[in-house]
């Protein structure tokens, strides 16, 4: 079966420290971007791979992947203002039925094992979702206050979602909603049940600088 | 080894190709033997110091940044084009043995005023094989190949006066490199 990746980069924080946005940051002397889109070209180097980006960083990443000498082929498109604009702009460059991965370009220690767990439960239940245990106490704001939540009815969802290519299809079919967390909870409006995979606690979206720590450790 | 010195030719912009073409250019002061129009050997293509890229936007030019580089025997520095005002990506080659070319290092900008092109090294790895009755050139990084090239023809040129001869392959990506951005 035909498989896709949008690899959805188009965020400017930089929370990471300087001006450079996160998916350019650097680890083990490659922006963590590369390191993403090389994951899932290893996992299959015929998908094709999609990833968006602002249009005011194309000629950056077209710099960086010549100075870096990136040839991993990639399709590049411009993302919009939200990651709902974003996720439905790849999703445009995406041909044909099949499956389609959606990943965070800032999770650049995604294994090979999770992306095909993925893979293979989307293809059998239309929709599947890396998630993982969540590990800190969480508290919920109340209006006298706060209460304490059961950890053990939480999970934490990571990436890459997986779909049926026309299921996404519809699911972004739907209006923009500002409410829009990802694009599991936009498939499940349309009724259909969300398959949960066991995700990894190695594949961290990196966004804080100890994040980056982290990283370095785990890039091959 | 035979003293090599590099030039790099004037490149032809591809405005409408779909085509990459990777031309790899070699100055001999060695004795030449010319190849003819039969394929490369390996032995011959082992002796392939530094390359061009053509890219489908015609921009993807690497030519040397400084002499005194090039007339080291297994040292080349090479600059794209497209970073020509800022940046000098910086490749270090050697021949592990008869088959195979190691680019050692690579490397981005020193100095970049937008502060993102990695000055740092990484590696790849050129393989130059035959197979198919053809030969081919591929780059690895660490066991991952990232692009493969099939040689499609040999160019040459003969000596002019104190001018050397000059031997280059032209070469196809059998699939487009990078990113290709969509408007």
Known sequence: MQRSTIIVAGGSGTRLGGPVPKQFQK???????????????????????????????F?????????HRFFIEHQ?????????????????KVQGDGLVAVHDGVRPLVSAELIGRCFDAADQHAAAVPVVPVVPSIRETTADGSRALDRSKLLAV???????TDLLRRAFEQPYDPAFTDEAALVERLGVKVTLVEGEEDNIKITTAMDLKLAEQGLA | MSLLILIVQSMQCLHHSTMRLLVIALL???????????????RAVERVFSFQELGRDGVREWYICSEATAQLVDTIMLQNMLLKSFCCSHLVWSFDDKSRISVHRVMGCQEPPIGLVSSEWSNLRVKVFEQFGFSWVSLFRGRVPVVTYKVLELMERPGMGDEAPFIGLKLVALHPLGPTFVQ
């Open chain 1, 27 to 57: 680890a083990k002397g490659r922006p963590l971007l590369m390191w993403t889109i090389e994951a899932f070209h290893r996992y299959d180097p015929l998908m094709r791979l999609i990833v968006v980006l602002p249009q005011t960083h």
């Open chain 1, 59 to 67: 000629e950056i990443w077209r710099a960086l992947c010549m100075g």
């Open chain 1, 76 to 92: 590049v498109v411009a993302g919009g203002e939200q990651r709902w604009h974003s996720v439905k702009a790849g999703l445009e």
């Open chain 1, 158 to 164: 990571q990436t890459p979602q997986c779909f049926h």
């Open chain 2, 28 to 42: 001999s002061l060695a004795p030449h033997h010319g190849w003819g129009q039969s394929p490369p050997t390996e």
